[in-house]
């Protein structure tokens, strides 16, 4: 009993070594989750710089479109234009009407035949 009694004391005593294996195996553990740690980083960087690159492309696509506000004012201004189109054609029409029966009258007054 004094044998075990004396190695126990003498474990308790002694500071844990390690063995190759167990540093082996600590370093391919510290590998695994370093790998880990910059696969995430590395994922992390890409999808920002993705982000960034379609931001910038979406925005130089975009760009060249007016905005909302511009496009609305634009199309006023054509709807106005149109009425006023619109409105010249109904005065016009009203013009020659007058003007065809003018040149009728004055044929037969002339005597020439339509």
């Known amino acids: ?7 126990n004391e003498f474990m308790a005593k002694q500071k844990p070594t390690l063995n190759q294996a167990d540093v082996a195996l600590l370093m391919d553990e510290f590998d695994k989750r370093l790998d880990w ?5 590395l994922e992390e960087k890409l999808e920002q710089k993705l982000e960034q690159k379609l931001e910038e492309k979406l925005e130089e696509k975009l760009g060249r ?8 004012k634009r199309m006023d201004e054509l709807m106005k234009e149109l009425q006023d189109s619109r409105d010249d ?12 029966e003018r040149i009728e009258k004055l044929e037969e007054a002339v005597g020439m035949a339509v």
């Open 1 to 7: 009993m004094t044998g075990g009694i004396w190695f």
């Open 89 to 100: 054609r109904v005065i016009l029409s009203g013009r020659v009407s007058d003007h065809e």
């Open 37 to 41: 740690k910059l696969e995430q980083k």
């Open 65 to 72: 479109f007016p905005t909302k506000e511009e496009f609305y």
